[in-house]
């Protein structure tokens, strides 16, 4: 019921100013049905440009290919949505869950590139909340590392 009444908002009001608001929750009801292609579809008409909006469009866009086992893709849509982000919060987030996609990948210096980058960008900001428990992931795999990218980003 709430995807047609979803689907029908977006057809009849065309141009609405919630109208990428309703795409946003149309792709999470289907997800939550597991229909992650159609939800994937909501996601990506939303523009990564809407402040309010496109970069949790671009998030959940890149969280859905992941779980469609397409890693290579979520990451190029993350950094296409980087560019576009220029607040320290949104832009950490995005940056995080890349971090988890190259973690899964194996891809620990690429990971590892990502929290220097966060923490040099956004380090001492309290906006940077998770980055002491991304550090914390990274630390099971590569002790030593964690440890001074932790001395870095609580100075």
Known sequence: ECVTSLARFEEKFE?????QEARLLLGDTYAADHKLEAALEQYQRIPGDIIEIGH??????AQTTRELGRSPAALNSLDT????TTDSYKSTEIMLL?????????ESKRARELLHRIIAANGNSPRAENLLQAIDILDSIEPLQALSLKDKATQ
């Open 15 to 19: 141009g609405h100013p919630r109208l």
């Open 98 to 106: 890349a971090f988890e996609i190259h973690l899964e990948r194996g």
């Open 81 to 84: 949505q980087l560019e576009l």
């Open 56 to 61: 949790l469009a671009a998030i959940r866009a």
